[in-house]
């Protein structure tokens, strides 16, 4: 069974800083693209930032660049997304992405995600 859980979310103030982690279970993570994705009520969910299977490429959305760092731990089995500099415009659901690295059909899981609320 494919488990994707997300931790880490909480209430921040503006300019604070949170990491998000992401547990990977039952796939073999290596060869899973990891992603992060955002979602505020009534809009769509939003790609933030990106990582390879092997860590060789990371992609971040303009709006979070400089601000937000992507990594990955493969032995462990874990992604993260640290967060600095936050603004209340991040204030969503996060929700930790695996995609199979040769097609989305391989496997493509998501885990439930977990509220971010950057408010003073």
């Known amino acids: 069974q494919v488990q994707l859980v997300e931790s880490g979310g909480g209430l921040v103030q503006p300019g604070g800083s949170l990491r998000l982690s992401c547990a990977a279970s039952?796939?073999?993570?290596?060869?899973?693209?990891m992603n992060w994705y955002r979602q505020v009520p009534g809009k769509e969910r939003e790609l933030v930032a990106g990582?390879?299977?092997?860590?060789?490429?990371?992609n971040y959305v303009d709006s979070v660049k400089g601000r937000f760092s992507i990594s990955r731990d493969n032995a462990d089995n874990t992604g993260y997304l640290q967060m600095n500099s936050l603004k209340p415009e991040d204030t969503a659901v996060y929700y930790c992405?695996?995609?199979?690295?040769?097609?989305?059909?391989?496997?493509?899981?998501w885990g439930k995600g977990t509220l971010v609320t950057v408010s003073s």
């Open positions: 039952g796939i073999t993570f290596s060869l899973y693209t």
């Open positions: 992405n695996a995609r199979h690295y040769l097609t989305p059909s391989l496997g493509n899981y």
């Open positions: 990582i390879a299977a092997t860590g060789s490429s990371i």
